[in-house]
C-alpha cells in the first residue's frame, strides 16, 4: 500500500538547517517526494539601505552580507568602485588582499569541515577545525582589529600594511594547518560512516549544473574545471600558481573531495604571496567620503569565495551615493532552485547534510 | 580578445539588427542594448549557438527620474572568456518581461525576486506567489520611490521602549566628566 505523503517543516530553527531558512518537505515514510525552499526570515535590507548612504558607509555594510565568508564581498565592493572610478590599487595592496582572500577561505573552510561533519553526527571534526579556525582569526584580529568582520579591504587597497613580523606567523600557522590538514583527512576520508552517507547521495550531474548556473566546488565535483580566479582573474591570480581540482560523481563525497585539495592550494598560494610580495604602500587614499562621487557607469565584478563565484552589479549615477548595489552569491542559485530538484528521492537524514555541501548560506539569499 | 568581440558582435547583429553593441576594450566585456522582447530569443541563441552557457547574473537598476526599470543579464562563456551583457529597460508603469526560467531554471529566483520587490510581471512565470515578504500589503519596496521610514511610520505604531533610556552619549559624558567633542555634538540629541 502507497504511504500517504506528510508535510514536514525543516526549519527555521533546526541544527541541521545552515541559517534562517526552512524547507517544506513532502515525505512519504522518510523518502522526500517534494521540497519548497522558505526564505524571508532575515531580510535586512542591506541593498535598500546602500542606495541611503555614500560610498564608503555602503562599504561597512559588504562584510555583513554572509558571515563565513565577509572578506570576498568587502573585495568585490573595492573592486567594482575602483572599476567604475579607475582608481588604481598599489601593487603591495593585491598581494595583501590576495593574503587575507585566502586567509579567509581556510578560514570558511574550517567551518565546512565542521559543518559537514556535524550535520552527519561526526561532532569530534566541528570541534577540531573551529578550534583551528582561531588561530587564523587571530591573525585577523591582529591584522584589521576584528575576528570575523574585518572591513579592511576597501576601496583604493588596505586599511593598513602587515604589522611587523606578521608574514612569519602567518607562515607558522599554514605550517601547523599542513599538518592539520592530514590529521582531519584520518578523521574524515578514512572514515566509513562518512563514505557511506555521502557517496551517491544528493548527486548533481553535469547537465544539471549547467541548467542550474551551478558554481565553485559543487560544480567542479561534477568534472567541470571552472574557478574564477583562473576564468576571469582578478588582483594578482594570474601571476600564481595553482591547480583547480576537480573530481567526478557530482555528490556530497566528491564535493569534500575538491573541498579537501583547495584547502591544500590555499595554503600554497599565501606561501607563494608571501614570498612575492613586493613593498610600497598599501593604500590609494580616497577623499573625504562625505564630498567622495564616482562618475556615471558600471561594473560587474566577480570573485571565487569558498562556495562558488560571487557577482557584485554597482551602478552610480554620479552621485555620492550608490545608485544601485547588487549581490548575486552561490547560495542564490544553489540552495533554491538546485536545492529542491536534488532532494527529492533523498532521505530526511540526509537534507542537512546537502545543505551543507551545497554551501547553503541564507543571508546571501536575502540581502 | 578584439577580434572574439568583433565576432560576437557581427553574429548578434546578423540575427538581432536592433541590437546596439557597446565595447569596453580594456576589459572582457561587451554590452548590448535590447529591445525587451528579444531577451528570450537573444539568450538562447548566445546559450545554444555561440557558447554562452552560464548565466551569472540578472541586475536590476530603478531609473525613476526616467521612468524606467534596467535589467541587465550577464552572460559568461567558459571559451571565450568574455562577459556579455545583455541589457534592456522597461517602463515602471505596469512593467510586464518575458520570462527565461526555461533556458536557465536559477532565473525562476531572480523573476521571484523582482516580482515582490520591484512589481514587475514576468509572462508566465510559475513560482509561490511569495518569496521573501510574508502577507505584503504595500507598495513593491526595492522601488526608489518606497521609502522605509515613511512606510514605518505610517504603518507602524511607536514603541516607547525602556523608560530610563537616555542619551548614551550624555551618560558617558557624565560618567567620565568629560565635555562633548565638537564633531559629535550635532548627533546629539
Redesign the interface.
Known sequence: MREKATTLYLGPQHPGITGNMMIRLKVEGDTIVGA?TE??YL?R?F??LQ?KRNWLQSFTLMCRFCVPETDPMEESYARAVEAIEGREVPERAKYIRVMVLELARLASFMLWYGGQNGSLGLYTMGQWSVGDRNYILDLFEELTGGRVYHMYIWPGGVRRDLPKGFEKRVLKTMDYFEKRLNDYDDLMFENAIFKKRTQGVGIVDKEKA????VVGPVLRGCGIR?DIRI??PYEVYDKLDFIVPTAEGGDIWARALVRRQEARQSIRIIRQVIDMMPSGSVYNKIPNPQKWTLPKG?A?V?TEAVRG?I?L?M?SDGGTNP??V?L?GAA??HA???LE?ILIGANIADVSAIMNSLGTCPPE??R | MQKLKANLIEHINSGFRDAVAKDYPNE??LDFYVNKQCIPSILTYAKDRLGY?????I????WLEEGEFEL?Y?I?S?EE?I?M?VRTRVERENPVMPNIDMI???A??YEREFREMYGIQFQGLEA?E?????DWQGPP??R?DFD?EEYANETFFHRPGREDAGDVREEIIKRSREEIPDFAKKYSR
Open positions: 519548497t526564505v524571508g531580510h535590507a541593498e535598500k542606495e549547467i541548467e542550474h548556473g571552472s576564468d576571469d558600471d560587474y566577480r563565484e557577482g552589479y551602478a545608485r544601485r547588487h548575486r542564490y542559485v533554491i532552485t538546485l530538484d539569499i536575502e | 572582457n566585456r552557457i552560464h548565466l551569472s547574473h541586475a536590476i537598476v530603478d541587465i550577464i559568461w567558459p572568456k562577459k551583457f536557465w531554471r536559477q525562476n529566483t509561490p511569495e518569496f521573501i515578504l510574508e519596496p526595492m526608489r522605509t
